[in-house]
């Protein structure tokens, strides 16, 4: 089967990937000399002179982060093509965002998006939703930037406390010199950077995959361009309907009411370039998500007869794009690194659009109402600060991330679990209009709890191959050993002893979490607010 193809990082590979880490920083030094004079509030939204090219760029760069580089076309490889109906919940959440949500927060002229929630509601609301807004944020890019330097430490030799270390301080370096400007800037770079890593790897492995026709038959005869799945179970991990329906759920928490992707929306000098923006970077969106499908199918083709998971080659799916890029570029000096320097842009613009979102709703929600009387330069230095203090917190995240073993996934689905709350809440305020503070509050806790029981029940206990139906993947008849597919690894002990709980209600597809969320919040929300009497149209 596939032979050893770890530890081949040259000198080359090196410099191409240090050459990222530099552009990045001389981004962020340039707007720090640039815009030295600027008060505190441009560091935070770029002046709210952000024109929608830079900041389509940035948005597509930070929504695509290495877990989507590394996992999507793992994915692709081990349940087939059906990972391209993405492209409809895109759809739907790009426009429901530019239409619903962005021209309300906008028009507020609002910093921190949960000062809607003050205005709208209570300031108890506000503190709540930003509190869960921090611990969630600093969970996920914690497991962003431990993920995909984990996976490459293991295919490439990559050091891999030197790479999480790297992004910690480079992104903490330009978030705190630059701000919005410099994130969004060096973003729209990393951008670039994946588009031309993910094309380089699409050209070469269809070369040596036989080429596009041959990539397709394979894939088809086994059973990977079986997109179209209309089953209705909400128990199936992908079908039409829940990555459709539950992704457009799933995705709308993250972005529609998501502060990082709402403070680069104001940033930009009228509601007509913001909305723009979010258009534009639908198409951005779809061409990483085609890239990443067409990787994933490249790879099956290239491994039909040879999969180096099941040979022991590798020990996690995540390895696989890695594995595959060092196998196919591994013979050109500098092509590997390109291919890490595209991973790591993912996780370079997702973790810098965290740190400053972070430092922007802790100003605005905390700093800002315990200190009314900051000084401009004192409201500047105490945002450069808060930058340090989140990089810093992401940074050891990722370092604690290492020690959580399983429950990396946990933390990942806490998007999925606290946007769906989020999104209800939200959306209890502009749809809504006879929601009162009762309604939101109770709304708030009865969507988390319910998320959070059915997301840390899954984790207990993991979904049947009869929902997750992962296909079946061929090695050469050297090896007799049975396979180890990740299926089997999670049907330990936990799960002989399955409850109709189990079986159901935790076996609902992670895509649905949000929309559970989401649904919990309306109705609590509504029903409270009827209850409490102040129920006014």
């Not at 619903?100 to 709540?128: D, H, K, M, N, W």
């Not at 050209?203 to 086994?222: C, F, I, L, M």
Request: glycine content about 10%.
């Amino acid at each position: 089967c596939a032979g050893d193809v770890s530890g081949t990082f040259v000198s080359w590979d090196y410099v191409v990937f240090a050459c990222l880490f530099v552009v990045s920083s001389g981004i962020g030094v340039f707007f720090a000399v640039k815009e030295r004079k600027n008060p505190s509030a441009d560091f935070l939204v770029g002046g709210r002179q952000m024109t929608f090219g830079p900041v389509a760029l940035s948005l597509t760069a930070s929504f695509m982060s290495a877990v989507t580089v590394l996992g999507a076309p793992s994915d692709v490889y081990r349940f087939g093509a059906s990972f391209i109906i993405f492209g409809v919940a895109y759809t739907f959440v790009v426009i429901a965002t530019a239409e619903l949500f962005v021209p309300v927060f906008y028009r507020s002229r609002i910093t921190s998006t949960y000062e809607y929630l003050e205005l709208r509601f209570c300031r108890g609301v506000r503190v709540a939703a930003t509190l869960i807004y921090i611990v969630q944020t600093i969970l996920y890019t914690g497991v962003v930037v431990y993920a995909p330097a984990l996976a490459l430490n293991q295919v490439t030799g990559f050091n891999l406390w030197g790479s999480i270390f790297a992004t910690g301080v480079v992104c903490t370096f330009y978030c705190t010199l630059g701000g919005l400007k410099a994130v969004v800037w060096t973003d729209a770079f990393q951008m670039v950077v994946m588009v031309v890593g993910f094309l380089t790897v699409l050209v070469q492995g269809t070369q040596r995959a036989g080429g596009v026709a041959s990539v397709w038959d394979v894939a088809n005869k086994g059973n990977r361009l079986d997109v179209f799945d209309f089953d209705f179970s909400p128990l199936r991990r992908h079908t039409f309907w829940t990555i459709s329906v539950g992704g457009t759920f799933t995705w709308l928490g993250i972005y529609g009411v998501n502060q990082s992707t709402i403070q680069r929306c104001i940033s930009c000098r009228t509601e007509t370039h913001a909305r723009l923006a979010l258009y534009f970077n639908l198409l951005g969106l779809l061409t990483i998500l085609v890239c990443a499908v067409s990787s994933g199918l490249i790879m099956y083709a290239f491994y039909t007869h040879c999969d180096p998971w099941t040979a022991g080659s590798i020990t996690a799916p995540d390895q696989l794009m890695p594995y595959f890029v060092m196998e196919v570029l591994g013979e050109f000096p500098g092509l590997p690194g390109l291919f890490v320097a595209c991973a790591f842009s993912g996780t370079l613009s997702t973790v810098a659009a965290s740190i400053n979102a972070l430092a922007t709703v802790t100003y605005e929600d905390f700093v800002k109402q315990c200190c009314t009387n900051l000084s401009t330069k004192a409201s500047g230095w105490i945002s450069k600060g808060l930058c340090v203090v989140f990089g810093v917190a992401c940074t050891m995240m990722a370092v604690t991330a290492s020690y959580m073993g399983g429950i990396v996934q946990a933390a990942l689905s806490i998007h999925g679990m606290c946007g769906g709350p989020m999104l209800g809440l939200f959306s209890l305020g502009i749809i809504f209009p006879w929601t009162n503070s009762q309604g939101a509050a109770g709304g708030l806790i009865v969507g988390i709890a319910l998320s959070f029981w059915v997301g840390i029940g899954a984790f207990i206990y993991p979904a049947q191959e009869i929902h997750t139906r992962p296909l079946s993947l061929t090695r050469l008849d050297i090896h007799h050993e049975p396979h180890n597919t990740c299926e089997c690894q999670n049907g330990d002990s936990r799960v002989l002893h399955r409850s109709p709980l189990a079986d159901h209600w935790y076996a609902i597809s992670y895509l649905y979490y949000s929309a559970v969320g989401f649904t919990a919040t309306i109705t609590a929300g509504l029903l409270i607010s009827f209850l409490t009497g102040t129920f006014h149209l």
